[in-house]
């Protein structure tokens, strides 16, 4: 069954099978790998799942259409199947087993992309060089200009439609940093841990979009009239690129049936990463904030992890539902992500400002963002009615509305929250209440030991030192915010749309050479890094599987719970037990 927003004369590369057999077999076999890392979890690190400590509808919508593009899938059986594996190893692994399935999806997703960029730059027989892409780009411009670009170029960041892409992705992106998965993690961290780690994955994380435009971004520019391409002798469609197939479309053109194989796999590992750490995250939201503070505030462990269970489940369906929706109409995920900012970004000065202004009143924190996004949503529909004729899907989505929108968005949560503050009184919230938080008696929980129970309620307040340290980690990350900000955003792109320069030879290749090392560093300290940082926690459980003696034990004596959890306390990818308040 085709719908309108998956309808194409493209032959799909590779059988139905392959799409069913990424999505069920690959998704089992994370699954019982997290149920594995529980079980092991619990047995060596003195850790049950427990309770569970904003889903985005964008992961299955755009999931299902690369699968169905590649495989003929069914679409909707690709929407309600990818689900499925990660509701399972979230429900068997909770927060820590998904992230150590982040790690191995990320992982395999560099490993593409560094295949990537030497197919496409140095072995392809359709392009293979840096010398032969420019080539390409440069007649891809000659046979079809660019309107707003200098020169009409693809080789330039002069571009006024760039420009305006630019501010929408910089207000979505600002939006999505409410997103509630994207701080659970700190909160489950080391203190200390949480500052570089997001230095650095975010600069890490960089190399993903830089790479794949780079690569088969402009591959797909460059091929696209050449008989290799799958829609050759077409063009491709404005839905196809909104559905984000040029990448597929170019990988197979590079690669061939691997090639496609090669996007469904590093679809997959992407979908299924983001989707798991959203709904721990919803589950975690509706469990405590919700049901645990509001619906029955003295709920056992038990109870609330049958709670957050029933929220994984429960979400899951209503964002399969939604998706399921959304794939029956011409909705591509470049549309979801373009006008996301124009319903989030209200919320951003507001949930920042419970945490970096005190004096914020509840009023503000409650109207602020309902109020800014009515306010940008009818700024946005109002202005593609001014501007276009009318209120559709396409006139919705161009430039200028989706800029009116977000940017509304943004600035009415600004205004909003400081009008309510200041009209019905400014608040002095007492942090110190954060000391006296309830820990949760998970004595009711099938598997917790008498000391798993004791070191969970036990609650490590932080020491005078590790305030400071905190404060000045406030600090230095507002610094190394604003200076990463002025790099990416003013110093690197301003000047080469100002002087509306055009690439030269000589600087494209320089420019991948850039990309290169922006892949093989990104890399390396995503896939070493953590190793490193849990080295003493890797060696003692080598040494129990092993059943090695531990230092000042005899040969054959397996360490200790009390060496392990000193082993954890050196390492600094996360808290092994305790709360630090």
């Given at each position: 069954m085709s719908s309108p927003a998956t309808a194409s004369d493209v032959p799909a590369p590779l059988a139905q099978g392959a799409g069913y057999g990424v999505i069920i077999g690959i998704g089992a076999l994370f699954a019982f790998g997290m149920w594995a890392i529980a079980v092991l979890l619990a047995k060596f690190q003195n850790e049950v799942q427990g309770t569970l400590g904003h889903t985005r509808v964008n992961i299955l919508v755009g999931g299902s259409a690369v699968f169905t593009a590649l495989t003929g899938m069914n679409d909707l059986a690709a929407v309600w199947l990818l689900p499925v594996g990660v509701v399972i190893y979230t429900l068997t692994g909770g927060i820590k087993a998904t992230i150590l399935t982040d790690y191995v999806h990320t992982m395999v997703i560099y490993a593409m992309i560094l295949t990537g960029l030497f197919v496409v730059y140095c072995r392809s027989s359709l392009i293979g060089s840096p010398d032969a892409m420019y080539d390409l780009l440069k007649a891809a411009a000659q046979r079809a200009p660019v309107p707003g670009n200098s020169?009409?170029?693809?080789?330039?960041?002069?571009?006024?439609?760039?420009?305006?892409?630019?501010?929408?992705?910089?207000?979505?992106?600002?939006?999505?940093?409410?997103?509630?998965?994207?701080?659970?993690?700190?909160?489950?961290?080391?203190?200390?841990?949480?500052?570089?780690?997001?230095?650095?994955?975010?600069?890490?994380?960089?190399?993903?979009?830089?790479?794949?435009?780079?690569?088969?971004?402009?591959?797909?520019?460059?091929?696209?009239?050449?008989?290799?391409?799958?829609?050759?002798?077409?063009?491709?469609?404005?839905?196809?690129?909104?559905?984000?197939?040029?990448?597929p479309y170019a990988a197979q053109a590079l690669m061939g049936k691997g090639g496609s194989f090669f996007v469904l796999l590093m679809t997959f590992m992407a979908c299924t990463s983001g989707f798991s750490a959203d709904i721990v995250a919803v589950a975690s939201v509706f469990t405590y904030d919700i049901y645990g503070a509001y619906v029955n505030p003295d709920a056992t462990g038990g109870r609330l992890l049958q709670m957050s269970h029933a929220a994984?489940?429960?979400?899951?369906?209503?964002?399969?539902?939604?998706?399921?929706?959304?794939?029956?109409?011409?909705?591509?995920?470049?549309?979801?992500?373009?006008?996301?900012?124009?319903?989030?970004?209200?919320?951003?000065?507001?949930?920042?400002?419970?945490?970096?202004?005190?004096?914020?009143?509840?009023?503000?924190?409650?109207?602020?963002?309902?109020?800014?996004?009515?306010?940008?949503?009818?700024?946005?529909?109002?202005?593609?009615?001014?501007?276009?004729?009318?209120?559709?899907?396409?006139?919705?989505?161009?430039?200028?509305?989706?800029?009116?929108?977000?940017?509304?968005?943004?600035?009415?949560?600004v205004l909003y929250s400081i009008i309510c503050t200041y009209v019905f009184g400014p608040e002095d919230f007492d942090w110190e209440r954060f000391k006296t938080v309830r820990a949760v008696d998970d004595s009711d929980v099938h598997g917790v030991s008498k000391e798993q129970l004791e070191q969970q309620l036990k609650r490590e307040l932080l020491s005078p030192e590790e305030e400071r340290g905190l404060r000045r980690g406030k600090k230095q990350?507002?610094?190394?915010?604003?200076?990463?900000?002025?790099?990416?955003?003013?110093?690197?792109?301003?000047?080469?749309?100002?002087?509306?320069?055009?690439?030269?030879?000589?600087?494209f290749v320089g420019w991948v050479v850039v990309t290169f090392l922006i892949a093989w560093a990104a890399s390396l300290v995503i896939v070493l890094m953590p190793i490193w940082q849990g080295r003493h926690t890797l060696k003692v459980f080598w040494k129990y599987i092993m059943g090695a003696g531990e230092k000042g034990g005899t040969d054959g004596e397996r360490p200790s719970m009390e060496t392990w959890s000193e082993s954890m306390k050196t390492d600094t990818v996360g808290r092994g037990g305790g709360e630090k308040v």
């Open positions: 020169g009409g170029e693809y080789l330039t960041m002069s571009s006024q439609s760039g420009v305006l892409l630019g501010v929408v992705f910089w207000c979505a992106v600002f939006g999505s940093t409410v997103d509630v998965q994207l701080f659970q993690k700190a909160i489950a961290a080391n203190p200390a841990s949480t500052l570089p780690g997001y230095m650095i994955g975010g600069l890490a994380w960089f190399a993903i979009p830089f790479c794949l435009a780079t690569t088969f971004g402009l591959a797909a520019r460059a091929l696209e009239t050449n008989p290799a391409f799958p829609t050759y002798p077409r063009l491709m469609t404005a839905v196809e690129v909104s559905q984000g197939l040029p990448f994984v489940v429960v979400w899951s369906v209503c964002m399969a539902v939604i998706a399921t929706g959304i794939t029956r109409t011409t909705i591509g995920v470049n549309y979801l992500v373009t006008c996301m900012g124009v319903f989030t970004c209200s919320m951003v000065f507001p949930m920042y400002s419970t945490i970096l202004w005190r004096r914020q009143n509840r009023p503000a924190i409650i109207v602020a963002p309902i109020a800014g996004s009515l306010t940008a949503i009818a700024c946005w529909l109002l202005s593609a009615k001014v501007l276009e004729g009318s209120i559709t899907i396409d006139t919705t989505s161009t430039i200028l509305p989706l800029v009116i929108g977000n940017g509304t968005s943004l600035a009415c949560g990350g507002i610094v190394l915010a604003a200076v990463l900000c002025a790099i990416f955003v003013v110093l690197w792109p301003l000047p080469m749309y100002g002087t509306r320069y055009i690439f030269s030879r000589g600087f």
